[in-house]
């Protein structure tokens, strides 16, 4: 039986992506759940783009902060994800949305969660969060078995 190898990050970059993370909730914008949210996103070259959650008036216009982190590097033209951390109050994992979102990238993504203290509370894969996802290989597979 295969062992499974689980990616691991060197100690000093988890704490550096936690620091960011923590950081980058102190900008949040949410007026409304008063649930701060702060990502640090990792590329594969080494690029860190944080993110926070920000929030509209009118809800569904609403990001959260691993969206934000996300959407700041694939701008910037990056797109190969090596690592995220995401800070709360009480150390959630990212939403649903959020996890399929990252998928679409990067499904074995390292993602480390804490709290806004910089604890670590979890660190995992994306692919223990979201099992079975479905991304653009699921998609492409499909098209091609026809319909
Ligand atoms: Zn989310």
Redesign the pocket.
């Known amino acids: 039986m295969a062992e499974l190898i689980t990616p691991v990050l060197p100690d000093d970059l988890r704490r550096r992506l936690v620091e960011a993370a923590v950081a980058a909730r102190q900008r949040a914008y949410s007026p409304y759940s008063g649930y701060a949210?702060g990502a640090a996103l990792l590329t594969a070259p080494g690029t860190l783009y944080t993110g926070c959650?920000i929030e509209i008036a009118s809800y569904g216009a609403t990001?959260?902060?691993?969206?934000t982190a996300v959407f700041k590097a694939v701008s910037e033209g990056e797109s190969d994800f090596r690592a995220i951390a995401v800070a709360t109050s009480n150390g959630a994992a990212?939403?649903?949305?959020?996890?399929q979102?990252l998928f679409e990238f990067a499904p074995s993504l390292i993602v480390i969660v804490a709290n806004a203290q910089g604890e670590v509370l979890w660190e995992g894969t994306l692919s223990d969060l979201l099992p079975l996802g479905f991304g653009p290989q699921k998609l492409a597979e499909g098209q091609r078995a026809g319909s």
Do not use: K, L
Request: proline letters at 7%; charged letters at 20%.
């Open positions: 949210v959650n990001v959260c902060a691993e969206r990212p939403c649903g949305i959020c996890r979102v």
